[in-house]
């Protein structure tokens, strides 16, 4: 019979408001990290990403945090808006594997206006 | 300019059938990657190509998987004695190079569905 699919971390919030996805990643060789959005139907979007030699970047609207001592991932999402619905993965690259990445289970983020 | 485009956008098939996906990928990109993705999870790697020749195929699940690029642009993924187990997303991307640091360009996917 058909499998059931895994339920996603579900985050709920607020239009305008400020949502944090958490991840924590495998690998300690992994040098090299992408948040990703997925929306329904649709391929995996880039949003951001990072390099092991930082702890922090921004875009618009959007930052990635990297504590590699816990090997921690978080995509901090500044006045969150309802096309921000999506579900969002996180991704890992690990250090002499070529453009090879290993995605996380991924959250569930749901605005409501 | 275009994105990469995957055919067909749904296939469903009977169990022990062959099946062909195919991907096109970004002009110019010379490495292209395979996803499969299954409900409620992400995307899990299967193969990566660059140039016409397969350079990671460790994600592979078994021998009824196989894919080629022959000329360096459109893929094929192909999958002998299908079973309900592969119905999932199979998902193609395309990056400049075939390093980290190049952000891959995901398609839309193939959704798979084996009876």
């Known amino acids: 019979g058909e499998s059931v699919g895994l339920h996603l971390p579900t985050l709920s919030v607020q239009e305008g408001d400020n949502s944090i996805i958490n991840c924590a990643y495998s690998?300690?060789?992994?040098?090299?990290f992408i948040w990703y959005k997925q929306e329904s139907g649709k391929g995996p979007q880039f949003i951001i990403d990072?390099?092991?030699?930082?702890d922090k970047r921004q875009g618009q609207r959007v930052t990635v945090l990297l504590n590699k001592t816990v090997k921690h991932l978080s995509l901090q999402i500044a006045a969150t808006q309802p096309g921000d619905s999506a579900v969002y993965f996180c991704?890992?690259?690990?250090?002499?594997?070529?453009?090879?990445?290993?995605f996380g289970q991924g959250t569930e983020l749901s605005v409501k206006p | 300019g275009a994105g990469v485009s995957q055919t067909p956008s749904n296939k469903v098939t009977e169990k022990g059938k062959y099946v062909e996906l195919r991907c096109d990928p970004i002009?110019?990109?010379?490495?292209l990657y395979w996803y499969r993705q299954s409900l409620g999870q992400g995307p899990e790697f299967l193969i990566y190509?660059?140039?016409?020749?397969?350079?990671?195929d460790s994600g592979l699940p078994n021998d009824r998987f196989f894919a080629v690029r022959p000329e360096g642009s459109v893929s094929t993924l192909k999958i002998q004695r299908t079973e309900r187990g592969d119905s999932a997303v199979y998902l193609c991307?395309?990056?400049?190079?075939?390093?980290?640091?190049?952000?891959?360009?995901f398609g839309p996917g193939t959704r798979l569905t084996v009876l």
């Open positions: 991704a890992e690259n690990i250090i002499g594997q070529g453009g090879k990445l290993i």
């Open positions: 190509f660059q140039g016409t020749g397969a350079a990671d």
């Open positions: 991307a395309s990056s400049y190079q075939g390093q980290a640091y190049n952000e891959q360009f």
């Open positions: 990072i390099r092991s030699n930082m």
């Open positions: 002009s110019g990109h010379t490495a």
């Open positions: 690998n300690s060789a992994s040098d090299y």
